[in-house]
């Protein structure tokens, strides 16, 4: 089993939509979380951290639940610019950074 | 404020030859240091981390070995470059436990 768990995707939405990923890890130990975007042959950009009470940036909500080792990111009024891949990591503990695979989503006019 | 700096941008190397690549961390001292890899279509591979000068921590046997000579310079090498070495190498930083920061890439090509 994979530390961490992506949706392959890829996503293929219409301008407006709301997408929903999702995440799971492997580790229960694992200590923090985080969405990254990527765009293609472009390095990985931290979207937001995610916490157990959930956290909200703009259209951007991430939400953890620790119990079922579940991570997930909620995109609002999809844009065209929001078309990238988007990576799902988890901080095993000091050192080691984990990432996913990644879920291709597509947003088109 | 901290910054990562990565180079080159672009490589293209022969099967066989040596390889030389070069991250440097900028305002902080003593980071975490990781260089990672991404063949096409796939997710990030952790190569090489290191948690200070001379320590280095290798994920995944492989042809390519890492240095970290100074504080902030992490140094990916190989002696020997196969194909399947081709993908995009990444640098990145980081405080303990925190989120990664990325420098800005190095596509390498072997043919």
Not at chain 1, 13 to 27: I, K, R
Not at chain 2, 18 to 38: A, D, F, H, K
């Amino acid at each position: 089993r994979k530390e961490v768990e992506q949706d392959p995707g890829p996503f293929n939405v219409p301008e407006g939509a709301t997408v929903a990923f999702n995440c799971t890890y492997s580790n229960s130990a694992s200590q923090s979380f985080f969405w990254y975007r990527q765009d293609c042959r472009k390095e990985p950009k931290l979207l937001m951290s995610v916490y157990s009470s959930g956290n909200e940036d703009g259209r951007f909500t991430a939400q953890l639940n620790r119990a079922s080792q579940y991570i997930s990111l909620l995109i609002r009024d999809s844009k065209l610019s929001d078309s990238a891949t988007y990576l799902c990591v988890v901080n095993t503990g000091g050192f080691k950074t984990i990432f996913g695979a990644g879920t291709r989503l597509f947003v088109k006019a | 404020s901290q910054t990562i700096h990565q180079w080159p941008a672009t490589l293209v190397q022969p099967v066989g030859s040596p390889l030389s690549l070069e991250c440097t961390v900028e305002g902080t001292s003593n980071p975490n240091l990781y260089w990672y890899r991404q063949a096409a279509g796939r997710g990030l591979q952790l190569l090489f981390y290191s948690v200070g000068i001379g320590q280095i921590s290798s994920e995944v046997p492989q042809n390519l070995s890492a240095s970290r000579p100074q504080d902030r310079q992490f140094i990916l090498s190989s002696k020997k470059l196969l194909l399947s070495d081709s993908g995009f190498y990444l640098c990145a930083w980081k405080p303990f436990n925190e989120k990664l920061f990325f420098g800005s890439g190095t596509q390498l090509s072997v043919l």
